[in-house]
């Protein structure tokens, strides 16, 4: 198994362009997070999914959408970046709302 | 969700246990205690997570104290690749947020 796996692994964007970071898993999971960590700092949480065709707001999703048309791809979309999204954005998988999260190798993304 | 309070570092000796605490006073009944790891800007990797008891996995053991106001993680024989950032997260609600903190960064030497 793959586990959870993040396309790009790095982009540099100017402000203002758009862009979808695509995560998969491929170990049925019903829930899917995506997160965003900035230096020194620990993680934030952006959007999340509990099921195919649901999402849901986390703590910083201004700027984001998201879409979970497949049970096992997780799409986060900037619209129009901005400096502020410069940060290293990591997607995660869990079974259920309890046990462990699954993290992705994180995609590092720079806003000029 | 419970706020934790963890150091900001610590050192361990290789080969030596690593007893990492933490402190999560205002804890809910039904809130668990997760510890997860980060090496080097890697993705989180799960290493614990209990509720009351203590717990034990092939990584490491969890100790919860009786009141539950704080626990300690400990990493039997840290080697040098358990450097990393851990976080000690207490988590309760209902669609499976981690909240993190700025961790404790375990520096392993040789």
């Known amino acids: 198994n793959a586990g959870v796996t993040q396309t790009p692994k790095f982009r540099v964007l100017k402000t203002g362009q758009s862009m979808t970071l695509l995560c998969a898993q491929d170990m049925n999971h019903e829930y899917m997070y995506w997160y965003r960590q900035d230096p020194g700092m620990g993680l934030r949480l952006i959007h999340y999914s509990v099921g195919e065709g649901t999402t849901a707001k986390g703590e910083v999703p201004d700027g984001y959408n998201v879409s979970r048309l497949k049970k096992q791809n997780f799409l986060l979309g900037l619209e129009s970046a901005a400096p502020s999204q410069t940060s290293v954005y990591f997607c995660a998988s869990s079974y259920g709302r309890e046990g462990e999260q699954f993290f992705g190798p994180g995609t590092r993304l720079t806003v000029l | 969700d419970a706020k934790t309070t963890q150091p900001t570092s610590m050192d361990c000796a290789e080969g030596r246990a690593a007893n990492l605490p933490c402190n999560h006073s205002t804890i809910s009944g039904n809130e668990y205690v997760y510890w997860y790891r980060q090496i080097h800007s890697q993705g989180p990797q799960y290493i614990i997570h209990?509720?009351?008891n203590n717990e034990t996995n092939e990584m490491a053991s969890l100790i919860i104290t009786e009141d539950r106001k704080s626990s300690t993680l400990i990493l039997p024989h840290a080697t040098l690749r358990d450097t990393a950032v851990y976080y000690c997260i207490v988590r309760g609600d209902s669609w499976g947020k981690l909240q993190f903190g700025a961790g404790t960064q375990v520096v392993v030497t040789p």
């Open positions: 209990g509720l009351k």
